[in-house]
């Protein structure tokens, strides 16, 4: 059941994955964008949107540690939702009462 395909799962493509393959050797060893410790082999490694896909991004672009890359999509998600909820917060528009 508990297989490594957490990427796919969250709905990435075959490009992402083939895209994270060839940056991943790149990224051993040098900071993490996010929270700037050095990524490990051994480590789990995501390939990051420096444009988030929520805000439109479409190509992965940097490596950075999984759980930082999760960290900052949940807090983005969060944010999201609780915009939408404003922005689509019911008015009372009508005013024939
Ligand atoms: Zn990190």
């Known amino acids: 059941m508990a297989s490594s395909t957490s990427a796919t799962a969250k709905g990435l493509g075959y490009k992402h994955q083939a895209r994270r393959k060839r940056l991943l050797p790149g990224a051993y060893g ?38 930082c890359n999760r960290r900052a999509g949940a807090v983005l998600g969060a944010k999201r939702r609780w915009g939408k909820k404003a922005a689509a917060a019911p008015m009372p528009t009508s005013q024939d009462w």
């Open 30 to 67: 040098r900071p993490c964008p996010m929270c700037g410790a050095p990524m490990l082999q051994g480590q789990a490694l995501d390939l990051d949107h420096t444009i988030p896909r929520a805000l439109g991004g479409t190509v992965g672009d940097r490596i950075t540690h999984a759980s």
